[in-house]
Nanobody, 124 residues
Framework: QVHLVESGGGLVQAGGSLRLSCAAPGSVVSISSMGWYRQAPGMQRELVATITTDGSTDYADSVQGRFTISRDGAGNTAYLQMNSLKPEDTAVYYC??????????????????WGQGTPVTVSS
């Protein structure tokens, strides 16, 4: 089982900033695209932002202009810079890796792998 490791969540006041990180294990050879999703209490999980191998990005309307997704040079770590946070941004944030190739005693491919989630709470 392959999992992503997220970090950077926490409690922040409205208007503040947080930076989330998401790292794939060293056995991951390639990832097609990475993304951040969030799930607020009682709500369905929703897409926040995605980034492809060539750096193309896409954002939910609710975070456009406030959040920035990026990947490191190797492509196996993703970040989500969140600025001008609002109380409605409060949720558990999950990292996703899409179309993943893993090396370990052979080669395996996964359509999607996820992190365990990191909570973000924005106080008013």
């Amino acid at each position: 089982q392959v999992h992503l490791v997220e970090s950077g969540g926490g409690l922040v006041q409205a208007g503040g900033s947080l930076r989330l990180s998401c790292a794939a294990p060293g056995s991951v050879v390639s990832i097609s695209s990475m993304g951040w999703y969030r799930q607020a209490p009682g709500m369905q999980r929703e897409l926040v932002a995605t980034i492809t191998t060539d750096g193309s990005t896409d954002y939910a309307d609710s975070v456009q202009g406030r959040f920035t997704i990026s990947r490191d040079g190797a492509g196996n770590t993703a970040y989500l810079q969140m600025n001008s946070l609002k109380p409605e941004d409060t949720a558990v944030y999950y990292c996703n890796a899409h179309e993943v190739v893993v090396r370990g005693g052979g080669w395996s491919t996964y359509l999607d792998i996820w992190g365990q989630g990191t909570p973000v709470t924005v106080s008013s």
